[in-house]
């Protein structure tokens, strides 16, 4: 426990610095008390809950539109693995439990926590995919941990990897240093060639409103991302799953490649 005494912007770069030797290609510090009224953790409450697209087994469910935030977070460390387009593999949800991706960012985040409380002594709450499990808006969470930008196609855009990255997360009973958000927008000068791919247009209209939602930073930016729409594709690109056959009595399973059409698309990054 060499580093008990280490002021907070020290405890911040040694958690960087080992999320990345476990694996984490991008890693940053949220501050829980900012993310607690970032954009999507205030629009969780006010959205009606049959838009929401919610995990398939409902047994672990907490209350639909409240995130109950562990008693003594103060701090959350976000992670990104790179998905480029020429591993689409990683991005497959092939019938173990997810994709090859998210197990990858299971094992970092659990071996992270296991350092982080033996090493540093600081208590750790490593966080599902699903919000309603438990879980929190990556997407924010990463803005805030300084990891890049809410793009046109309503992902995180990265300097490094574009949208092209997997998120998640850990919250931390120690108040660090945040390291973000970072002055970054590559969209700026873009004509959004991700918008235009989208098989279902899923960016064709407004349909939120600022006024509307009383908040300024929506969905797709101006609210014009529909979530309903890209399910109907991620609905689609399920019953286009191709089914695979393996050897042995193991059951065939469904190999589901779903759309990024909007990610893969991005330029930044490339
Ligand atoms: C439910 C879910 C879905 C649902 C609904 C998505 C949605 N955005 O509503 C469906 C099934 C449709 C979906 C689709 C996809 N998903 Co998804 N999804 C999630 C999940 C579990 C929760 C996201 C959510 O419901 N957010 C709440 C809604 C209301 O927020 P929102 O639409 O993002 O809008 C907010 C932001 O834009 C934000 N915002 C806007 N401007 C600004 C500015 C600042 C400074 C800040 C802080 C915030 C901010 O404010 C808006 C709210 O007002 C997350 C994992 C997680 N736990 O966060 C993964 C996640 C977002 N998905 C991911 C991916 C990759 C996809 C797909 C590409 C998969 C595919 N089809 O190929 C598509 C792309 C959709 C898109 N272009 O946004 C990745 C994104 C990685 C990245 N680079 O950002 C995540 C983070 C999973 C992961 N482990 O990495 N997804």
New binding site residues.
Partial sequence: MKFLNASNDKLTDTIIKAAKSHGAALAGIANVAVLKH???HR??GK?SHHAW?LSRDRNHEKKLGEIEWPEGARSAVVIAIAHEADKPDLDWWDGHQGTKG?RI?IKIINTLAQWVEQELNINTHPLP???ERG??????AA??AGLG??GK????VTPEFG?R????AMLLDAELAPNG?MDFNPCEDCDAPCMQICPRNAFSRVICSPGE?D?A?????NGC?S?TL??I??EKDIKNADVIKTSGDHEPYALIK???R??ITCRAGK
Wanted: proline share 8%.
């Fill in positions: 970032s954009p999507s629009i969780y959205m697209v998210n960012l995919y699903h919000v879980g929190i808006f990556l997407k924010d803005v805030m930008c809410i196609n309503n992902l995180l949208p990255v997997r998120l998640r958000p939602m908040i930073d929506l969905p797709g930016r991302y979530r890209c399910n594709q991620m779903y759309c990024r909007c990610e």
